[in-house]
């Protein structure tokens, strides 16, 4: 470090992606080239081609700035999984402690300079392992070489590029969204970051199942199950939601039915176990039962208010999607008062054998 602090350094810190797949891939570089568009220090820019028919990158972030937040110099993503920062620190839940204001900025960046060396102050080790496994279930397996790409083309994007082929830029029509407006500091500090935004808000939806607009279906369709697994100890799980109707095993199928009495411990069996099921070491998915087919001619109204299908011949083989459109489960013999004449056996469209296997 020289020059009252401005940044001087050999070689960038970058991610795979923005490096390219080439190695030794040539650099210039030029100190004190620019100022970091984070903190705004001059520092050492470093340019190079990141692969055939790929744009020209640059650093735009000095080394200090991306060793606070263990980010690549030049997309000012997570280096150690390719996320953005608000992703990052969202799940492993790790506050930015960087002031906001300029004076304090360069400051605190001042007074973090010679401590780092090498390091970061993002500790992965730290965070607990689940934070890690869903970071990695959320990154690229590899890097993602199309990020590179040269950048559109604005004239053809006006209709006015003359040059076709030769065009150096995409000839695309750009999607505009949300997407499109991005900036390097909201990146850097994790804050209103759209690509963060969208990314959270899928795996907020992964990890919750939505309940079925109809609200008869009070059935769990449950699978991953195997010798091992009977029906009490799938009991013994799900009746701490709620009174259990009834719950039907098929082996045969690795699946089995819970039948609750209520939608409500129905839907609290669901929240509680969706993605986090797992009985005597094995790992079982939950998902909502369907509502039982609902034919137009020749269904039965019976006295406590339940369509009854019509009887259909029995099909050969079972696949998984007529197993989730079959109706709950009758109770086991000498189930108690919960018996409906909608879930007599004999009037259900499906074989018997099927259920009692
Ligand atoms: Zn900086
Ligand atoms: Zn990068
Ligand atoms: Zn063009």
Same mark, same amino acid.
């Given at each position: 470090?020289?020059?009252?602090?401005?940044?001087?350094?050999?070689?960038?810190?970058?991610?795979?992606? $923005?490096?390219?797949?080439?190695? %030794?891939?040539?650099? =210039?570089?030029?100190?004190?080239?620019?100022?970091?568009?984070?903190?705004?220090?001059?520092?050492?820019?470093?340019?190079?081609?990141? /692969?055939? +028919?790929?744009?020209?990158?640059? =650093?735009?972030?000095?080394? =200090?700035?991306?060793?606070?937040?263990?980010? $690549?110099?030049?997309?000012?993503?997570?280096?150690?999984?390719?996320? @953005?920062?608000?992703?990052?620190?969202?799940?492993?839940?790790?506050?930015?402690?960087?002031?906001?204001?300029?004076?304090?900025?360069?400051?605190?960046?001042?007074?973090?300079?010679?401590?780092?060396?090498?390091?970061?102050?993002?500790?992965?080790?730290?965070?607990?392992?689940? *934070?890690?496994?869903?970071? #990695?279930?959320?990154?690229?397996?590899?890097?993602?070489? #199309?990020?590179?790409?040269?950048?559109?083309?604005?004239? %053809?994007?006006?209709?006015?590029?003359?040059?076709?082929?030769? $065009?150096?830029?995409?000839?695309?029509?750009?999607?505009?969204?949300?997407?499109?407006?991005?900036?390097?500091?909201?990146? %850097?500090? /994790?804050?209103?970051?759209?690509?963060?935004?969208?990314?959270?808000?899928? !795996?907020?939806?992964?990890?919750?199942?939505?309940?079925?607009?109809?609200?008869?279906? !009070?059935?769990?369709?449950? !699978?991953?199950?195997?010798?091992?697994?009977?029906?009490?100890?799938?009991?013994?799980?799900? %009746?701490?939601? +709620?009174?259990?109707?009834?719950?039907?095993?098929?082996?045969?199928?690795?699946?089995?039915?819970?039948?609750? *009495? =209520?939608?409500?411990?129905?839907?609290?069996?669901?929240?509680?176990?969706?993605?986090?099921?797992?009985?005597?070491?094995?790992?079982?998915?939950?998902?909502?039962?369907?509502?039982?087919?609902?034919?137009?001619? /020749?269904?039965?109204?019976?006295?406590?208010?339940?369509?009854?299908?019509?009887?259909?011949?029995?099909?050969?083989?079972?696949?998984?999607?007529?197993?989730?459109?079959?109706?709950?489960? @009758?109770?086991?013999?000498?189930?108690?008062?919960?018996?409906?004449?909608?879930?007599?056996?004999?009037?259900?469209?499906?074989?018997?054998?099927?259920?009692?296997?």
């Amino acid at each position: 470090m020289s020059r009252q602090g401005w940044e001087d350094s050999d070689f960038p810190i970058l991610c795979e992606t $923005c490096l390219g797949p080439n190695p %030794y891939v040539r650099m =210039t570089r030029q100190g004190y080239g620019k100022e970091c568009k984070i903190c705004g220090r001059p520092f050492t820019i470093f340019k190079w081609n990141p /692969g055939q +028919g790929m744009r020209n990158k640059k =650093t735009e972030v000095c080394q =200090t700035c991306a060793k606070v937040k263990n980010v $690549c110099q030049t997309c000012v993503l997570d280096l150690e999984y390719g996320l @953005p920062v608000q992703v990052r620190d969202s799940v492993l839940q790790v506050q930015d402690d960087i002031p906001h204001s300029d004076v304090n900025r360069e400051f605190f960046i001042a007074s973090v300079e010679g401590k780092l060396g090498n390091d970061s102050l993002i500790n992965y080790a730290k965070a607990d392992s689940s *934070a890690r496994d869903q970071l #990695k279930k959320m990154s690229r397996p590899e890097p993602y070489y #199309k990020r590179n790409r040269p950048h559109i083309c604005s004239f %053809y994007v006006k209709g006015e590029c003359k040059r076709g082929d030769e $065009c150096p830029f995409r000839h695309e029509v750009p999607v505009e969204n949300d997407l499109s407006h991005q900036n390097i500091r909201d990146r %850097y500090y /994790g804050k209103d970051d759209p690509v963060a935004k969208r990314m959270l808000n899928r !795996t907020d939806k992964a990890s919750k199942l939505s309940n079925p607009e109809d609200t008869s279906i !009070t059935s769990l369709f449950i !699978t991953g199950i195997d010798e091992e697994i009977n029906e009490q100890d799938l009991r013994d799980y799900f %009746y701490a939601f +709620g009174e259990v109707k009834s719950i039907v095993v098929i082996q045969k199928s690795k699946c089995a039915f819970v039948n609750y *009495a =209520t939608r409500a411990a129905a839907e609290l069996a669901v929240d509680k176990s969706y993605n986090n099921l797992n009985i005597k070491g094995k790992v079982l998915r939950v998902q909502w039962g369907k509502a039982r087919p609902q034919g137009p001619k /020749g269904d039965v109204q019976t006295e406590v208010g339940t369509v009854v299908p019509t009887p259909q011949p029995a099909k050969q083989g079972t696949t998984l999607d007529q197993l989730l459109n079959m109706p709950p489960a @009758p109770p086991p013999p000498g189930a108690g008062p919960s018996f409906y004449p909608s879930q007599d056996p004999n009037m259900l469209g499906t074989s018997n054998r099927e259920f009692r296997a």
